[in-house]
């Protein structure tokens, strides 16, 4: 089992100055309409070169398991249609390049969440291109890095909506999905929600997994919400049998920041800042992507942990 954690090290981000390393250098449109692409290329540039410095502190830190931020190339949606214009390309790719193939010298799995307004579920066919794109953009990403184009480095999405209508809203996910290219396709899996209103592993697996056999990705704390009449069990195996065999399974893990304040105010679907407990496997092998808001500082006591399971 390795741990991971999502998009920001909280101590590397934390440094003052030029000291500090993060790959989330954005700006609004605003600034990237003033300022142009020369400006956004040097952000990008910082951003990627960070992102080998992340690498390395993991590796240095026992943690081979992260999730990479979304805002490394900010209005990418702008300029991905040619990214041979885009200034620098030749050395941001070149240290991308230098990442992947870190990641892959010290067995790092690199992973992405692309955001909520992916939609490929939506009857609004500009909502659709627009996911089309942002997943696109991902993809390249992860090509220039040289990582696999296989669900060990997925881009994971939620279906995110239901517009009344549950079953239409799944048969558009997969007829959405073939228009997607053949990079977001090979690494695109799915996940279940923390609405009842909403997707569990059963729906997921009824309505996507059995048409276009992409990979069910199990959250612990969503399924709280949305068991689908199943058990824990009954659904994390569901989800676990839904992946390639030679591919070790991802699971998503959180806790409840309203149990961990005990303050009822709080909406139980939040993230707690740090977590309690591992989750059970059920004797099964995956990989668990920890989603708390300390990120690196939250699975840091747990690390020697996951190695011995």
């Known amino acids: 089992m390795n741990l991971g954690y999502a998009c920001i090290n909280t101590e590397l981000n934390s440094r003052k100055g030029d000291d500090r390393i993060t790959t989330n250098r954005s700006m609004i449109k605003r600034t990237f309409q003033e300022k142009g692409l020369e400006y956004t290329s040097e952000l990008v540039l910082q951003n990627v070169a960070d992102l080998y410095s992340i690498i390395e502190w993991n590796e240095q830190n026992n943690i081979k398991f992260f999730r990479l931020s979304s805002e490394m190339f900010p209005w990418a949606s702008e300029y991905y249609q040619d990214w041979g214009r885009f200034p620098n390309i030749d050395e941001i790719t070149n240290i991308l390049q230098d990442c992947g193939d870190l990641a892959t010298k010290y067995g790092h799995r690199l992973t992405s969440h692309p955001g909520p307004f992916n939609v490929l579920v939506s009857p609004n066919e500009n909502v659709v291109q627009n996911t089309i794109t942002d997943l696109t953009i991902h993809a390249d990403i992860f090509d220039f ?165």
């Open 145 to 309: 890095m040289g990582l696999s184009r296989t669900p060990y480095n997925k881009l994971n999405i939620h279906c995110n909506g239901v517009y009344g209508d549950k079953e239409s809203a799944l048969d558009r996910f997969c007829k959405n999905f073939e228009r997607l290219p053949e990079n977001v396709q090979s690494r695109l899996t799915v996940e279940n929600d923390d609405k009842v209103s909403m997707y569990s592993v059963k729906d997921l697996y009824e309505g996507i997994h059995k048409r276009i056999g992409i990979p069910i990705v199990f959250d612990y704390h969503h399924f709280k919400f949305n068991t689908g009449g199943q058990t824990e069990q009954e659904a994390l195996e569901l989800a676990i049998s839904t992946w390639p065999d030679n591919i070790v399974p991802v699971v998503h893990y959180s806790e409840s920041k309203a149990e961990h304040q005990l303050d009822e105010s709080i909406k139980p679907q939040a993230h707690s800042d740090i977590i309690n407990q591992l989750p059970n496997t059920y004797g099964k092998e995956v990989d668990v992507m920890v989603e708390a808001k300390h990120k690196e500082l939250a699975i840091q006591p747990f690390i020697k942990d996951s190695y011995e399971k």
